[in-house]
């Protein structure tokens, strides 16, 4: 799975899942960490990357119809350290497979998922 990561997402779950053997970029390594959100989701798919962000904007399936994206995921948690959060998102990974994500929403809170389509 390739992945585009929104200058939000924490530098805590960009490393987890590069340890993890994810392939990942993150908005600043591309010199766009200030571009507005239509931008960033336009260049996820142009790269035919997984988009994953902490903005929940990106969840408005009428601004960000998830059929038109290659995945776009949305990570919420409450917790400062991530182990919930980083738990669920590696469980969840274990089980699918980036053709699975096309087209999809996908909501990870601490131990929650919940998939849109």
Excluded: W
């Amino acid at each position: 799975m390739k992945f585009l990561s929104d200058h939000c997402v924490s530098m805590r779950t960009v490393t987890f899942l590069r340890s993890n053997g994810f392939s990942i970029t993150t908005l600043k390594e591309l010199g766009k960490q200030k571009v507005p959100d239509p931008q960033v989701i336009k260049l996820a798919q142009s790269r035919k990357e997984i988009l994953i962000t902490e903005d929940t904007d990106f969840g408005n399936i009428l601004n960000y119809p998830p059929e038109q994206y290659h995945g776009i995921i949305v990570l919420s948690t409450k917790s400062r350290k991530r182990v919930s959060l980083h738990k669920t998102l590696f469980d969840f990974f274990q089980k699918k497979s980036p053709g699975d994500l096309i087209g999809k929403l996908i909501i990870i809170e601490d131990a929650v998922v919940r998939i849109r389509t």
